[in-house]
């Protein structure tokens, strides 16, 4: 699904946080989000997300309003994670029971992505122990097992430590490839972002600073 925003304003009392005249994000890309702190990066997240509606201005999927059907295609993980006071397991699993799916196929898709993000043995650890890389690492997880078709990431890897951070970056870029979703993932590594991302956008003041925007194709266009 693509992004499509035009006139966004956004106001936190009386001061504008973002102003934004036009701004797409590519159907099935992973576009970065860069900017200092206090940018308004998790801001523009969140209203994507639909978390916040108090704005005015539009954003479009795929030249549709928010709705249900978008809703349920889209998941926003958030750099502090709210995980359940479960196991590892459960958290993960949560999103496939919710939907239905049956008891051995949630299994076999929880020990898989398990696996791939190189956490098989937090598998029975309490979610709320874990530490803050850990946990990043299993909020990740819980957003990918749906397969989402928008996949909304806030510093995901801010905790992550740098030996594994490449491998983490790697099923990021799998995962967009896998499932052709859209991406958004706000990092204040521009390394980072020009390591994974198709596109990066910089985000000042609340503005897009245009000269900086730069595409990368190194992923495949
Ligand atoms: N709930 C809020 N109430 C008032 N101001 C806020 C609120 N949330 C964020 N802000 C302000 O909005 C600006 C952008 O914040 P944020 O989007 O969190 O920045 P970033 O994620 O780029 O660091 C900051 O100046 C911040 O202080
Ligand atoms: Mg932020």
Redesign the pocket.
């Known amino acids: 699904m693509q992004i499509s925003i035009r006139n966004l304003k956004k106001f ?2 009386d001061k504008l ?1 973002l102003d934004i005249e036009h701004l797409n994000f590519p159907n099935g890309k992973i576009t970065g989000l860069v ?1 200092p ?8 997240l969140n209203i994507i997300s639909g978390l916040d509606q108090r704005y005015s201005g539009s954003v479009r999927y795929d030249n549709k309003n928010l709705d249900e059907d978008v809703l349920k295609k889209m998941t926003l993980v958030f750099q502090k994670s709210y995980l359940l006071r479960r196991s590892v397991y459960e958290n993960i699993e949560y999103p496939l029971k919710i939907r239905g799916i049956p008891k051995s196929q949630r299994e076999k898709e929880v020990e898989d992505i398990l696996k791939k993000l190189g956490i098989a043995e937090l598998r029975n650890k309490k979610a709320h122990l874990l530490s803050g890389g850990e946990s990043q690492k299993v909020a990740f997880a819980r957003a990918l097992i749906f397969k989402p078709q928008i996949l909304l990431l806030d510093e995901p890897a801010s905790n992550i430590d740098s030996d594994t951070v490449e491998d983490f970056e790697r099923q990021i870029i799998n995962f967009n490839r896998e499932i052709g979703a859209t991406v958004v993932m ?1 990092t204040h590594n521009t390394r980072q972002a020009k390591r994974i991302c198709d596109k990066v956008i910089y ?1 000042k003041n609340g503005r897009v600073d245009r000269p900086n925007e730069i595409f990368k194709s190194a992923f495949g266009e």
Request: glycine share 22%; net charge positive; no cysteine.
């Open positions: 936190y009392n946080i900017g702190n206090g940018a308004g990066k998790s801001t523009l706000i985000l």
